[in-house]
């Protein structure tokens, strides 16, 4: 394995750690707080795997500043979270609940105390349950409140926070969510998930006009999941089919936002089930952004029978997703070629194992060789000529894993739910050393 340092990583790169609302929060009707889809889908029987929910989470709500002197701790620049949308504005439109901006108020100027910049994701899948009772993302008018909730949230924030990400992942908040069935609000509809997935870039962009104009000196941008997609043989069939998932799953959130269309071959495929796009929707959507962020944690194999591959000589985490650190720097370059972009950061990448708990310390060499892997890409991206100016670990802490509750952990820092302790892992240990190395050692 190659070992990296940070001298391996230019000397603007960013490094830090990533969380989001609804996985650590808790306090889930604290302080004026409203409902959101997740709170609704965990109360569904089967809807996750351990029954649980984000009620109470990692409890960070209540524990930031030791959650903040944790990220302090471990010598990075910068700490990735979210705003939950409930607690701003908890019925997702018309009144604004100034306590939930107090919370990520305080929030930021604890970063900023301690020395950490803010980069803050505006949605991160908790949506306002009153919004999904008339249609969620499925409705046009929900990228609208989207944008007003973004107003106030950077109206009170202001340039305070260095980066605003709009969205994290829309495929997840979309294909996943309302065509797969697998995330909140759980429907199986793939007409409505193409609708939902335009609103969510429309909103994207409506967002966007509104951020330059409250935050002009802030980084806006967004983060997609984009995976490296492979096919299983050289065979044109499944070449084909390759095509056919990396257009559904990257180019169609790429194309819109880097180019301002969807791509052709998918648009077809999906005959009536397209959504409905306005004249001036793909205009709002290509905005120029000032970053793109990446999260990437595998790869698919794809074969023309629609069986997805898992070669036998890879390695695959607790999620059952195979280690392919290659399609990192794969895909880095692929998105070079292909588009005009604006600078990358990756926005997460991590890993989730079985951990366990040997009196304080958890020795995760697993995690900790996915993180150097990955990392090793990213460098060879760079020398390479991408420019990727930060990497943020997913995650800082273990935490609520969606559909699979507190079953997957993914946490630099191992979290005992019992009583909330944190306990760094060796992985977090490793982090450190990279992340929190000195910039004058590159001299
Ligand atoms: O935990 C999630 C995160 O919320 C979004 N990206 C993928 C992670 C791991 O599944």
């Known amino acids: 394995m190659t070992i990296i340092t940070r001298k391996d990583f230019p000397e603007y790169f960013t490094f830090g750690v990533a969380t989001s609302s609804y996985q650590i929060e808790g306090a889930t009707s604290a302080d004026g707080r409203g409902p959101s889809i997740w709170d609704t889908f965990c109360r569904e029987p089967g809807r996750i795997s351990d029954g649980s929910s984000g009620d109470v989470a990692c409890d960070h709500y209540h524990r930031w500043e030791e959650d903040l002197e944790l990220i302090s701790s471990l010598g990075v620049q910068a700490y990735r979270f979210s705003v939950a949308w409930p607690r701003v504005q908890p019925t997702g439109s018309g009144d604004i609940n100034p306590l939930g901006l107090d919370f990520y108020e305080r929030l930021v100027d604890g970063m900023l105390e301690r020395g950490l910049d803010p980069y803050l994701t505006l949605y991160h899948w908790d949506l306002p349950q009153p919004l999904q009772d008339v249609g969620g993302w499925a409705n046009r008018d929900t990228a609208y409140h989207f944008a007003e909730y973004a107003r106030a949230v950077a109206e009170r924030l202001g340039e305070r926070v260095k980066s605003y990400a709009t969205l994290n992942e829309p495929w997840c908040s979309s294909i996943l969510s309302y065509q797969i069935g697998e995330h909140a609000p759980g429907l199986r509809n793939r007409k409505l998930a193409l609708a939902a997935a335009h ?37 044109e069939q499944d070449a084909a089919a390759a095509r056919f998932e990396d257009g559904a799953f990257n180019r169609w959130f790429l194309d819109p936002l880097l180019r301002g269309e969807y791509p052709a071959d998918v648009w077809e495929a999906y005959g009536d089930d397209v959504p409905q796009v306005q004249p001036d929707d793909l205009e709002t959507i290509r905005q120029p952004i000032d970053f793109l962020g990446v999260n990437y944690y595998s790869r698919s194999v794809v074969s023309a029978d629609g069986q997805q591959q898992r070669p036998s000589d890879s390695s695959y985490t607790d999620m059952g997703w195979e280690v392919y650190p290659q399609g990192l720097s794969d895909l880095l370059l692929r998105l070079k070629a292909d588009y005009t972009l604006p600078p990358i950061y990756i926005t ?7 951990d366990t708990l040997e009196g304080s310390a958890v020795h995760d060499a697993e995690r900790v060789a996915y993180l150097q892997t990955h990392l090793a890409e990213v460098a060879s991206a760079v020398r390479q000529g991408v420019k990727v100016n930060g990497y943020f670990a997913w995650s800082l802490m273990d935490n609520f894993e969606w559909a699979h509750g507190y079953s997957k952990r993914f946490g630099l820092v191992y979290v005992d739910y019992g009583d909330q302790q944190r306990i760094l892992k060796d992985s977090a240990l490793w982090y450190r050393g990279l992340a929190g190395a000195k910039v004058p050692e590159l001299a």
């Open 199 to 235: 609103h969510l870039l429309l909103g994207h962009g409506e967002a966007v006009k509104v951020l330059r104009e409250v935050v002009p000196g802030a980084a806006i941008g967004t983060v997609l999941n984009l995976n490296a997609i492979t096919p299983a043989t050289s065979s």
């Open 348 to 354: 997460e990448n991590g890993a989730a194992y079985k």
